[in-house]
């Protein structure tokens, strides 16, 4: 079992930015992949970054060149850098985890999936106000 759980969100004029962070913690080995989704009121959840425990990353064309992902040197916190932030990117955003394979290809399966995801944070709210 793996637990996750999310800080960091918060409200930001458009045009700002802001940083989520995720810490996970149990069972290091049941998860080689950590995301982010998020979802807007009224709309189905989005993947927007992924990052596999080998380097592999992959982010949503609509969030690409403005999000960045990472993690620390433990593989146990990963973060959401959030850049040039847009009233469309208000939404719940979470974390998320599970086992995948590491090719580009696969990454993006999981990112348009939400089934493909094992383990869920409970979510931090972001907000962006133009």
């Known amino acids: 079992q793996v637990q996750l759980m999310e800080s960091g969100g918060g409200s930001v004029q458009a045009g700002g930015s802001l940083r989520v962070s995720c810490v996970a913690s149990g069972d290091f080995y049941a998860r080689n992949f950590m995301a982010w989704f998020r979802q807007a009121p009224g709309q189905a959840r989005e993947g927007i970054a992924i990052l596999h425990a080998v380097g592999t990353i992959h982010y949503a064309d609509s969030v690409k060149g403005r999000f960045t992902i990472s993690q620390d040197n433990a593989g146990n916190t990963v973060y959401l850098e959030m850049n040039n932030l847009k009233p469309e990117d208000t939404a719940m955003y979470y974390c998320?985890?599970?086992?995948?394979?590491?090719?580009?290809?696969?990454?993006?399966?999981?990112?348009?999936?939400?089934?493909?995801?094992?383990?869920w944070g409970q979510g931090t709210q972001v907000t962006i106000s133009s």
């Open positions: 998320a985890a599970g086992l995948s394979g590491s090719r580009p290809v696969t990454l993006v399966e999981v990112l348009k999936d939400t089934g493909k995801v094992k383990y």
